[in-house]
């Protein structure tokens, strides 16, 4: 069989290394020469893209860098040859290794996470692949007994037989409308985590959250709704408690309480619970787990003014769930809007100040005629901290993109931080 891998970062390069060691012909292309260097494949193209790159193909593994709606996949699609994304294939590798498989607009990375350190604590040996990082076509994937893995719509879009033992959609609203041709294409995407699934499998999802029950309505599974603003069933908050499938954990020994955070630790207890958590273990997970960098993470505290990071905020449901977070929100938001309506963020209700950035900076000026404009990160913080006062919160949320401006949001993020501690001191 020849197997052409379109796309050659991470994901890539890895589909490449797998399908190799299973003694496949292995075509590899990218747009980008650079790309391309070491990479050990039969054939590789390189270059402005040619649908004779084709030719005698039998299956194509696109990268999730490559969206549906590029000519390069609208000529792999209506050629009729078979594609499988990069979570398939590792899939089919894996050899009846049980999977939990996180989806969601927001919190999917938050989510995988917390499931597979719930799952050690229990003394079981997972490993979180996919989306976070490591692909699921890494060496030694099908060496552990349990995979947790985040996938992307990216990644879902190109399915056939992945079939998780337990599921999770976080959420799920308006994204990736660059990738997608539209949201009824992203939320059929997202969708197909659960497409395989049986009866005897799990589902879990947020109960409070519109486009996540809309989504988990078809499916033929078992199914479990928590929210993050009760108890409901065994998960969730009541009174001074947080409880999670069997596990109770005081909420003053969480790291964060607010609704996000306490819904996301719901979905990870119910789903690693599904795979053979503890309750013991669940609860040791809940109380020592820490965000992760650029995920409303505390810079600076400084005259009753605190800042906040939360550059992963990259859509506007991501930053309108940070905001609503805190009751006085200077906001630093804007971006590569990827196609959304980034303009409620204007309009949010404990939005006080608002300063404008990147590619999108007009659509958020023109709908909130106080609102400033920065041409860089370091005059945004200046006019952030000039429009503070005591009981605020500077919040960098974008609900965009970095890539008008930044490297990643990751960049973004620290960039950030480096100009509130300069001005400020940390």
Known sequence: MTVLVIGLAVSGKAAVDSLKEQGERVAAYDRRPEATVGIEADEVYKGEWDPSFLLGVDLVVPSPGVPETSQVMADVLSSGI????????????LGGVPVAAITGTNG?????ELTAAMLVESGVDAAAV???????????????????????????????????????????????LDWHPDVAAYGEAKSRIFENMGQDDLLVFDAADPGAVGLVASAQTGRVGVTGHGRQGESGPEGSTMYLAGAMVSLNDLERTDSVMLVDLAVAAETARALGATAGGIAAAAVSYQAGRHRR??????????????????????????????PSVVLIAGGRA???????????????SLVA???????????????????????????AISLSAPGDVVLLAPGCASFDMFDSYGERGDIFAAAVRQKVGS
């Open 130 to 176: 996919g989306n976070i990082g490591d692909p699921i076509t890494g060496p030694g994937a099908a060496d552990h007994d349990v995979l947790v893995v985040e996938a992307s719509s990216f990644q879902l879009r190109f399915i056939d037989s992945f079939r998780p033992t337990a599921a999770a959609i976080v959420n799920f609203a308006p994204d990736h």
């Open 82 to 93: 078979p594609v499988w994304s990069e979570l398939e294939l590792g899939y089919r590798r």
């Open 357 to 383: 950035i990147g590619e999108s900076a007009a659509d958020l000026l023109s709908e909130r005629p106080d609102a400033v404009g920065a041409a860089s990160m370091v005059e945004a913080v200046d006019r």
């Open 338 to 352: 990827k196609g959304l309506d980034i303009r409620p963020l204007a309009r949010a209700k404990s939005v006080t």
């Open 297 to 326: 993470q505390v810079v600076a505290q400084v005259g009753g003014v605190t800042f906040i990071d939360d550059s992963k905020a990259t859509n506007p449901h991501a930053a309108l769930a940070a905001i609503g977070a805190y």
């Open 108 to 112: 999917k990375t938050t989510v995988t």
